[in-house]
């Protein structure tokens, strides 16, 4: 593992103190519709045998261990810059007998070449970001994905309604309001163009306790 200086290496923790990284399945399971939006995600990509995919985020596990699942002929990679939830995503791909690599690395300075990867999914991590470190992520992702190569984000969006806005608010305080503003205002797409990406779009939307969730896809398009 690299060692990097302390600015670099500051993230923002699945559930915001380390501590409570070992609570992050249940809840998110519990609590969260997981698995609906989860699931939903993987069925907007589409992935042939030998594409090469990565979870950026990729936390505990669960959406790198999912597309696994889904697409067992597919190598399937998952980054993450906290070892801790990496080392829980890890054992339960060893459990599972999945064969998925798993390194650790930010977000906004991915250690892959250029044009290396098919498909980039990432969920629930653009709202540890702040605005700036959205834009150098993005133009990573941009970097690191094939011509044609596809981004597809579930991650806190514009809310659908006051109630929705309002159940936002846990989650402003908890991850902080720094992060979490670009989300509500709706940035991630404008932020995706920016980028250089096309195609952007929402794709769809779910209510949960906590606010609205967005999905989003974009291609890059080599002119
Ligand atoms: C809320 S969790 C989401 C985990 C997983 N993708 C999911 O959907 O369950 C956010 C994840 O983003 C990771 N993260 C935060 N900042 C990061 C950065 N700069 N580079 C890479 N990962 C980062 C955190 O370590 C955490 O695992």
Known sequence: MRKRDNKETDFIPALRFNWLTSLYDPILRWTMRESAFKNQLIRQIQVDPGQRIL?????????????????????????????????????????????????????FELPYSNNSFDLIVTSLMFHHLTLENKLRTLHEIFRVL??????????????????????????????????TTDNVNGLLLQLMTNAGFNETKETDRFMTIYGTLSLYRARKNML
């Open 55 to 107: 979870d950026l985020g990729c936390g505990t596990g669960t959406l790198t261990i999912l597309l696994k699942q889904t697409y067992p002929k597919a190598e399937v990679t998952g980054i993450d810059i906290d070892p801790k939830v990496l080392q829980i995503a890890e054992r339960k791909a060893e459990n599972m007998g999945m064969d998925i690599t798993f390194n650790q690395g930010i977000a």
């Open 146 to 179: 094939k011509p044609q190569g596809e981004i597809h984000i579930a991650d806190w969006g514009k809310a659908q309604n006051g109630l929705m806005r309002v159940a936002f608010l846990p989650i402003q305080i908890l991850d902080g309001f720094r992060t």
